[in-house]
């Protein structure tokens, strides 16, 4: 299972960015996404997490900024940031977890950088 992320760029402080990412592949079903961050010189963290009913979990510092959504018709997990923030710049990755011809499995997409200037 392939994940292509996309959306990202440069924002100011304030300003909002909705980042994409699809799954492709064949024989799978989608469990949870995610989305999960790395900053400089800092471990990758949780950003926010959906699960294959919607039920969603976010990381202290995005909450009431960040809004994590999915189309499962298209396998794709979405996450809008509004109100950024300079301590919100990093390399983020989207996640998933499901099954492939009834093995689990757990992939992760490329990255994509966004950076906010203050």
């Known amino acids: 299972v392939q994940l292509q992320a996309s959306g990202g760029g440069l924002v100011q402080a304030g300003g909002s960015l909705r980042l994409s990412c699809a799954a492709s592949?064949?024989?799978?079903?989608?469990?949870?996404m995610g989305w999960y961050r790395r900053s400089p010189g800092k471990e990758r963290e949780l950003v926010a997490t959906?699960?294959?009913?919607?039920?969603?979990n976010y990381a202290d510092s995005v909450k009431g900024r960040f809004t994590i959504s999915r189309d499962n018709a298209k396998n794709t997990v979405y996450l809008q940031m509004n109100s950024l923030k300079p301590e919100d710049t990093a390399v983020y990755y989207c996640?998933?977890?499901?099954?492939?011809?009834?093995?689990?499995?757990?992939?992760w997409g490329q990255g994509t950088l966004v950076t906010v200037s203050s």
């Open positions: 592949g064949s024989g799978f079903a989608v469990g949870s």
């Open positions: 996640h998933l977890e499901g099954r492939r011809w009834s093995k689990p499995i757990d992939s």
């Open positions: 959906i699960t294959s009913i919607g039920s969603t």
